[in-house]
């Protein structure tokens, strides 16, 4: 009798474990099956704005531009990585492997990573020509983008793309976000005044600029500006510095290809020289960073201390941050709500949440958004930033 009840008991806990892999079976095929085909992703007037990313990073960073890609990630959006020469092939490739087994990504295709990347000399004027090889690339790969966004490895969002987009929804799709002054100051001496050549226009090895021995005079037959390199610039200004017909664009980059730190410079000075662009521009770049004093030429590094005041900021961005900081992790539970290794969740993730599964594994209807509580805060930001632009009180002066 004892042989029978402990044969029942055995078969009573194969038939369980059985039926719980049944369901946990079912579990996973129903968390995380793609639809096979993705949805229609819809441009124009009548639809969200859709932002083209261009996010690039050095020797070593390709998992922090991954997490990054994965923060900025929506389906309806266009990204392009660039790793830095230095880095290694075999870098580049596990880049290309991590980007492609996204679900979503291997789905909507809209994430491209340089494959023949560019030389670039810190304060030489190859940073320039990096970004518009970047913007040209992607006004070639889509034509449905309408503001185009500079990130570094080193910086990450305050905001979820739904959030960026609903507010960016209200404004008009020529403003162009831009920290710029016509003052200036320590500059004119110390950046405009020196006349440097960038190897990395021309040398296959790395290298540092040069000075020449000579000066030259500040220009008068356009007027300098400068501020902050990072921007977000407006599609139509871009076509105009990569394919317009006005010269001006060419003849200020020939100008700045010798200047110190020219991607301080360039966009603000032909924005600010250009009469189509010059009522375009708001005075501020969207980032929260914080400067030591007097400021050094990069800002501090962010942490977990400096949450709340990112939060409390209104930025769209933050910078700058060490690799893998706790902070990260901080922005991802409370404003991202973002899983390790798993796209920052908006609308169109239509999968359920659970902690095997991520729920942008499957999707919905690309074209529609659900702001989050953070997105108030940022529309004050934006109309205080308008309402400057209106008054035309710190436009290109």
Same mark, same amino acid.
């Given at each position: ?35 096979? #085909? ?88 190859? =940073? ?96 300098? #500006? ?34 110190? /730190? ?16 010059? =009522? ?12 030591? =004093? ?7 590094? /962010? ?15 933050? @910078?700058? #941050? ?15 709500? @973002? ?59």
């Amino acid at each position: 009798m004892g042989a029978e009840k402990k044969w029942l008991f055995t078969l009573f806990i194969a038939a369980l474990l059985s039926l719980l892999l049944l369901l946990l079976l079912t579990s996973l095929s129903s968390f995380s099956s793609p639809k096979p #085909f993705p949805p229609v992703v819809h441009h124009g007037a009548h639809y969200p704005p859709a932002f083209a990313y261009y996010i690039s990073g050095g020797r070593g960073d390709g998992n922090r531009i991954l997490r990054l890609l994965l923060a900025v990630y929506h389906p309806r959006n266009r990204y392009l990585l660039h790793l830095a020469v230095e880095a290694s092939d075999e870098e580049r490739r596990r880049l290309v492997a991590a980007v492609s087994a996204v679900p979503a990504i291997r789905a909507f295709e809209n994430v491209d990573v340089v494959g023949k990347p560019d030389r670039l000399t810190y304060m030489g004027s190859s =940073n320039v020509a990096t970004t518009l090889h970047a913007a040209a690339i992607l006004l070639r790969m889509d034509g449905g983008w309408n503001w185009f966004i500079t990130l570094s490895a080193m910086d990450y969002p305050l905001l979820t793309q739904d959030d960026l987009s609903h507010v960016f929804s209200s404004i008009s799709r020529d403003i162009n976000f831009i920290d710029h002054t016509g003052d200036l100051g320590w500059k004119e001496s110390q950046r405009f005044s020196p006349i440097v050549v960038d190897p990395a226009l021309y040398l296959a090895r790395r290298s540092q600029i040069f000075h020449a021995t000579q000066k030259r005079q500040t220009p008068d037959a356009f007027k300098v #500006f400068t501020g902050s390199p990072w921007v977000i610039l407006s599609r139509s200004f871009l076509e105009f510095c990569v394919l317009g017909w006005d010269n001006l664009p060419r003849t200020l980059l020939m100008y700045f290809t010798n200047v110190v /730190l020219s991607q301080e410079g360039y966009f603000h000075s032909a924005i600010c020289n250009s009469p189509d662009f010059m =009522n375009t521009t708001v005075n501020s770049d969207l980032r929260f960073m914080i400067w030591d =004093n007097p400021p050094k030429m990069e800002p501090l590094f /962010l942490s977990s201390s400096d949450f709340e005041q990112m939060v409390q900021s209104g930025a769209a961005f933050a @910078r700058q #941050f060490q690799k893998d900081d706790p902070v990260l992790n901080m922005v991802d539970a409370k404003i991202l709500r @973002r899983g390790h290794n798993r796209a920052a969740p908006g609308a169109w993730c239509s999968g359920r949440r659970h902690w095997l599964m991520d729920p942008c594994s499957q999707w919905g209807d690309v074209n529609v958004l659900k702001p989050g509580p953070l997105a108030k805060k940022f529309e004050e930001s934006i109309t205080n930033l308008l309402d400057d632009l209106n008054s035309q009180k710190n436009q290109c002066k």
